[in-house]
T-cell receptor, first 112, second 119 residues
Framework: ELKVEQNPLFLSMQEGKNYTIYCNYSTTSDRLYWYRQDPGKSLESLFVLLSNGAVKQEGRLMASLDTKARLSTLHITAAVHDLSATYFCAVDLRGGADGLTFGKGTHLIIQP | GAVVSQHPSRVICKSGTSVKIECRSLDFQATTMFWYRQFPKQSLMLMATSNEGSKATYEQGVEKDKFLINHASLTLSTLTVTSAHPEDSSFYIC???????????????FGNGTRLTVT
């Protein structure tokens, strides 16, 4: 059974600081995803990571993937209040034939 | 970009009634769509995989007779919550991937979700 573990589950930080969210998964996977969810809303796709060593950046967010360690990180640089949200990592198997298995999410609060 | 439309966004119904939720891929075709459920402050849990032209595949613990799924075309899947009870109150989200373009590097696109409240 595929398990996806995120940590921390809750993070409160100040604007301007850097921090990293970690995502570990238990089984070799084809792809790893990062999503953002605002309260009462659905999911917004942030990154799709396909291969070992993959690194993607968008604004203040950067995601990386180490398939050997079965670890992905989402790094936040110089956080701003607008990045406050819940962030989920998710993994899929079998080339997308199955649905995603999600981590429990990291509830991020960035205080001005 | 690819868009998945889900309707209704919010529904309140009485216990014992049935509710249908629609999930449409607006500008792409999807042979497979996925239905998730999310309870407050929790993660998304996959309920079932909807397959165009065939039966849905349900995850362990999900009652197929209670959550009826129909995927009649390449752009539409429906989830019907039958004889709803208060414990069925949740946020239901569908997702789909464009099967023809960027298959191996495209994200799953999510609908906006349906918040179901059963009174």
């Amino acid at each position: 059974e595929l398990k996806v573990e995120q940590n921390p589950l809750f993070l409160s930080m100040q604007e301007g600081k850097n921090y990293t969210i970690y995502c570990n998964y238990s089984t070799t996977s084809d792809r790893l995803y990062w999503y953002r969810q605002d309260p009462g809303k659905s999911l917004e796709s942030l990154f799709v990571l396909l291969s070992n060593g993959a690194v993607k950046q968008e604004g203040r967010l950067m995601a990386s993937l180490d398939t050997k360690a079965r670890l992905s990180t989402l790094h936040i640089t110089a956080a701003v209040h607008d990045l406050s949200a819940t962030y989920f990592c998710a993994v899929d198997l079998r080339g997308g034939a199955d649905g995603l298995t999600f981590g429990k999410g990291t509830h991020l609060i960035i205080q001005p | 970009g690819a868009v998945v439309s889900q309707h209704p966004s919010r529904v309140i119904c009485k216990s014992g009634t049935s509710v249908k939720i629609e999930c449409r891929s607006l500008d792409f075709q999807a042979t497979t769509m996925f239905w998730y459920r999310q309870f407050p402050k929790q993660s998304l849990m996959l309920m079932a995989t909807s397959n165009e032209g065939s039966k849905a595949t349900y995850e362990q613990g999900v009652e197929k007779d209670k959550f009826l799924i129909n995927h009649a075309s390449l752009t539409l899947s429906t989830l019907t919550v039958t004889s709803a009870h208060p414990e069925d109150s949740s946020f239901y989200i569908c997702s789909a991937r464009d099967q023809w373009t960027g298959k191996y590097n495209s994200p799953l696109h999510f609908g906006n979700g349906t918040r179901l409240t059963v009174t």
